[in-house]
């Protein structure tokens, strides 16, 4: 039986994004510990955290690389499963992690990692409070 052409594709989901981190044991502290990704597997000096059902993975760079030289990735976006925006921003506030929201919109949370990728946390009013 001859297969069918396939003229075009359709993504289901992301499998997974990779960030280049200098520390990877602190960058899988901060993701894992403070954020609650869990380890889905690791290979050497590579992570691969579990997001939901999306991948997360951190590759620990060579000595001396800038990770973010080239780097075409704007922020990476995580839906938060609880809290609402005040509740954690008074989070960031009490430990202490710089965060600032986006002009025009009151209820984004925008914060850098430890290797300063830009993340933004999707809070449980988000769009809810316009």
């Known amino acids: 039986m001859a297969q069918a052409a396939l003229t075009s594709l359709k993504a289901s989901s992301i499998d997974h994004v990779v960030l280049h981190v200098r520390d990877l044991d602190r960058a899988k502290k901060f993701y894992v510990d403070f ?13 691969f955290l579990h997001c939901g059902s999306q991948v997360v993975a951190l590759f620990e760079a060579p000595e001396g690389t800038d990770i973010h030289a080239g780097s075409e990735m704007n922020h990476m976006a995580l839906k ?9 921003s008074a989070v960031l506030t009490a430990t202490g992690v710089p965060f600032h929201g986006l002009a025009g919109d009151p209820y984004c949370i925008y914060l850098e990692d430890p290797d300063g990728h830009r ?3 999707i809070t449980t009013d988000h769009g809810q409070r316009r």
């Open 35 to 47: 954020l609650g990704l869990s380890v889905a597997h690791e290979h050497g000096r590579n992570s």
């Open 80 to 88: 938060l499963e609880a809290g609402d925006y005040d509740q954690v």
């Open 119 to 121: 993340l933004q946390l």
